[in-house]
Nanobody, 126 residues
Framework: QVQLVESGGGLVQAGGSLRLSCAAS????????MGWFRQAPGKEREFVGV????????DYADSVKGRFTISRDNAKNTLYLQMSSLKPEDTAVYYC???????????????????WGQGTQVTVSS
C-alpha cells in the first residue's frame, strides 16, 4: 500500500513557475514508477509525465515537453514536478500516481497505475 499526498499548487501568472511535490508513505516508493496527470474541468484526466523507479528515464506529454521536469528523491520518498513557462491551458488539478510497470512507455495511461493522490489545484492566470 502506498499513500500519496500532493502539495505545492496555487495561483500563478502566465509565464511563471511552480514546483509540485508528492510525498509517499511506506518503504516501497522506490519500487514504483511515478507519474503526473492533470484534469481540467469538463475534461478527461491526461498524462503529463512519468519517471522510472530509479529516476533514470522520463517521458513527457508533448504539451509540456521542454517546460516541465519530473524528478524524484527515493531517500525522501518524494516526487517532484517543476513547471515553468506556465500557460493558462495548464490550469488543472494535478495528480501524482504510482505504477508497478518498469516500462515507462506503458505508463502514459491511467490504467497502469495502482495508487493515486488526492490532487492539487494549479491555476494559471493570463
Amino acid at each position: 500500500q502506498v499513500q500519496l499526498v500532493e502539495s505545492g499548487g496555487g495561483l500563478v501568472q502566465a509565464g511563471g513557475s511552480l514546483r509540485l511535490s508528492c510525498a509517499a508513505s511506506g518503504r516501497t516508493f522506490s519500487m514504483y514508477s511515478m507519474g503526473w496527470f492533470r484534469q481540467a474541468p469538463g475534461k478527461e484526466r491526461e498524462f503529463v509525465g512519468v519517471i522510472s523507479w530509479n529516476g533514470g528515464s522520463t517521458d513527457y506529454a508533448d504539451s509540456v515537453k521542454g517546460r516541465f521536469t519530473i524528478s524524484r528523491d527515493n531517500a525522501k520518498n518524494t516526487l517532484y514536478l517543476q513547471m515553468s513557462s506556465l500557460k493558462p491551458e495548464d490550469t488543472a488539478v494535478y495528480y501524482c500516481a504510482a505504477g508497478r510497470p518498469r516500462n515507462i512507455a506503458l505508463l502514459t495511461t491511467t490504467q497502469w497505475y495502482n495508487y493515486w493522490g488526492q490532487g492539487t489545484q494549479v491555476t494559471v492566470s493570463s
